[in-house]
Antibody, heavy 119, light 109 residues
Framework: QVQLVQSGAEVKKPGASVKVSCKAS????????MHWVRQAPGQRLEWMGW????????KYSQKFQGRLTIVRDTSASTAYMELSSLRSEDTAVYYC????????????WGQGTLVTVSS | QTVVTQEPSLTVSPGGTVTLTCASS?????????PNWFQQKPGQAPRPLIY???NKHSWTPARFSGSLLGGKAALTLSGVQPEDEAEYYC?????????FGTGTKVTVL
């Protein structure tokens, strides 16, 4: 069965960086994309970016350009999301989600990782 | 910056029918925007319901259906159950990037 398992909660200071991992199992990692979505407390879902796990190509929301890096390690079937220059507004639950059938949609989701930015 | 707008809240009676819509600030929503719909309950990850306008995932109950309606993407819940009370989000594709809608809180009362 398809599973996406994310790394644990993080607490970071303003200005620092955070790197969240998403380990995939139950399918061929390189046949799909991996998206990253976040949700601040009490707020709506926000799409951040995605990576084609096959060729490593990425696309980011303009909002996060310059601060967001998504990479993957095909040998470990793991995708990583790194967000830099953290500020308090980046406090959120970060999700990875598998993208399928090209751009058709997102199906399986990770459990979410809480990132808290606080001095 | 593209804005995707949904009704803030809707109320429906058990067994009733309700339609949620998803509008794009760039114009009419089309099948080329690959509308997706997700259900989210408090403290849980989003649960995908619909992709590519009207396609259901294997786990999507039959009472959920997706369509295009008057230039918007739409999600219709027929024969609403108490467990359908949740927040619902649409997701639209724009030239390789995506934008979530503002979300609709559905109350079953």
């Amino acid at each position: 069965q398809v599973q996406l398992v994310q790394s644990g909660a993080e607490v970071k200071k303003p200005g620092a960086s955070v790197k969240v991992s998403c380990k995939a199992s139950g399918y061929t990692f390189t046949d799909y994309a991996m998206h990253w979505v976040r949700q601040a407390p009490g707020q709506r879902l926000e799409w951040m970016g995605w990576i084609n796990a096959g060729n490593g190509n990425t696309k980011y929301s303009q909002k996060f350009q310059g601060r967001l890096t998504i990479v993957r390690d095909t040998s470990a079937s793991t995708a990583y999301m790194e967000l830099s220059s953290l500020r308090s507004e980046d406090t959120a639950v970060y999700y990875c989600a598998r993208g399928f059938a090209g751009v058709a949609g997102l199906d399986y989701w990770g459990q979410g990782t809480l990132v808290t930015v606080s001095s | 910056q593209t804005v995707v707008t949904q009704e803030p809240s809707l109320t429906v009676s058990p067994g009733g029918t309700v339609t949620l819509t998803c509008a794009s600030s760039t114009g009419a929503v089309t099948s080329g925007d690959y509308p997706n719909w997700f259900q989210q309950k408090p403290g849980q990850a989003p649960r995908p319901l619909i992709y590519g306008t009207s396609n259901k995932h294997s786990w999507t109950p039959a009472r959920f259906s997706g369509s295009l309606l008057g230039g918007k993407a739409a999600l219709t819940l027929s024969g609403v159950q108490p467990e359908d009370e949740a927040e619902y989000y649409c997701l639209l594709h724009y030239d390789g990037t995506y934008v979530f809608g503002t979300g609709t809180k559905v109350t079953v009362l």
